[in-house]
């Protein structure tokens, strides 16, 4: 009987285990998710997403000493949104899990970079953009600093369904905002 006994408490004590490392996992994803910076004053409105196929592009210019490349050993999808910033929007500090094509369509906005400890604005106008790190330790920040709403057309390259497009992240704390 009492052998009976020990396994009833063994499984007890592996329910009790198992129930107790679960608590743990769902309290340190909610303190991370309390801790994260989520957007403010943004609308996002995707145009579209694809998945394509495995890629190699290579295109060159001579005349116009231009060249680039693109490769993708496997499909990958393609998203591109429409991001709307309201005067004093922000992103919150986030990470991609892709590299991202950022333009600026209308207005101004500032990008600030969780790695750098001096926390300098880099501002985009209108017609300006940038390629964000492909790497999900990419943490940054953009903000509309105006008094004007601005528009941001973002084309996002990512694994195949991945979603978020987006993660949002903790302050690193280098910005006083």
């Not at 919150?92 to 926390?119: A, I, N």
């Not at 528009?151 to 390259?157: P, S």
């Amino acid at each position: 009987m009492s052998g009976i006994r020990m396994s009833k408490n063994t499984k007890l004590v592996h329910i009790a285990a198992i129930a107790a490392v679960s608590a743990f996992i769902c309290a340190t994803a909610f303190v991370i998710k309390i801790r994260a910076t989520p957007p403010s004053g943004l609308s996002f409105s995707l145009v579209g997403r694809a998945t394509v196929p495995e890629f190699s592009v290579k295109r060159k210019d001579k005349a116009l000493d231009w060249a680039i490349r693109l490769d993708t050993d496997q499909p990958i999808d393609v998203a591109t949104q429409v991001v709307t910033f309201q005067p004093g929007g922000f992103s919150g500090w986030h990470t991609h899990p892709g590299p991202v094509f950022f333009t600026v369509h209308t207005g101004t906005l500032t990008v600030y970079e969780g790695d750098d400890p001096t926390c300098t604005p880099h501002v985009f106008t209108a017609g300006t953009g940038a390629v964000e790190a492909a790497t999900s330790t990419h943490i940054h920040m953009v903000r509309n600093e105006t008094s004007s709403v601005a528009q941001a057309v973002v084309t996002y390259l990512v694994p195949v369904g991945a979603n978020p497009l987006r993660t949002d992240l903790p302050n690193p704390g280098n910005c006083p905002f």
